[in-house]
T-cell receptor, first 112, second 113 residues
Framework: DGGITQSPKYLFRKEGQNVTLSCEQN?????MYWYRQDPGQGLRLIYY???????QKGDIAEGYSVSREKKESFPLTVTSAQKNPTAFYLC???????????FGQGTRLTVV | KNQVEQSPQSLIILEGKNCTLQ??????????LRWYKQDTGRGPVSLTI?????NTKSNGRYTATLDADTKQSSLHITASQLSDSASYIC????????????FGRGTSLIVHP
């Protein structure tokens, strides 16, 4: 099956700990994205990558880090510097930056 | 600043009824507008995409319209079903600058039996 997979679906962490969210795609897409979704708000872009070994900050990159060592993978690390990390995180990919984005099923991160 | 405003914020209708969701945008220059459906706790799924030259596009019981002059779009749902209960998100792309899309906050639709 072709698609984009996020894991885990639910994640719990203690405050002050770094945590990494996984995102893998087998669609052969060049572009990948990370979004954050909070209740009552639109999706906000954290980071995006147009090609392997390159990525750009989005609107709310502070407290997050990413890597793009492989075309298929774009992991997101939520660091302890992120002041309010509890949220629903969505990963997406697209052929190019101006084409349809396909989303994963999301990871709900809860920091206690 | 590019903005996408959706209305209403939430909507409750009875099964079988029709409804229309609105999207107003200030994104310029305009490239395309896409409607997504997002079930609770899931990722968004594209319903339809509208480009500058398109006025109407249908996908089953979903019909999207676009008025590029007034910068408005609507999503009409016909003969609603319980499975239509979801959040509907309007996303607009600009043809200039970074190509990063602007997301609306979504309309939460609840269909009651």
């Amino acid at each position: 099956d072709g698609g984009i997979t996020q894991s885990p679906k639910y994640l719990f962490r203690k405050e002050g700990q770094n945590v990494t969210l996984s995102c893998e795609q087998n669609l052969n897409h060049d572009a990948m994205y990370w979004y954050r979704q909070d209740p009552g708000q639109g999706l906000r872009l954290i980071y995006y990558s147009q090609i392997v070994n390159d990525f750009q900050k989005g609107d709310i990159a502070e407290g997050y880090s990413v890597s793009r060592e492989k075309k298929e993978s774009f992991p997101l690390t939520v660091t302890s510097a992120q002041k309010n990390p509890t949220a629903f995180y969505l990963c997406a990919s697209s052929i190019g930056v101006n084409t349809e984005a396909f989303f994963g099923q999301g990871t709900r991160l809860t920091v206690v | 600043k590019n903005q996408v405003e959706q209305s209403p914020q939430s909507l409750i209708i009875l099964e079988g009824k029709n409804c229309t969701l609105q999207c107003n945008y200030t994104v310029s220059p305009f490239s395309n507008l896409r409607w997504y459906k997002q079930d609770t706790g899931r990722g968004p799924v594209s319903l339809t995409i509208m480009t500058f030259s398109e006025n109407t596009k249908s996908n089953g019981r979903y019909t999207a319209t676009l008025d590029a002059d007034t910068k408005q779009s609507s999503l009409h749902i016909t003969a609603s079903q319980l499975s239509d209960s979801a959040s509907y998100i309007c996303v607009v792309r600009s043809s200039g600058g970074s190509y990063i899309p602007t997301f609306g906050r979504g309309t939460s639709l609840i269909v009651h039996p």
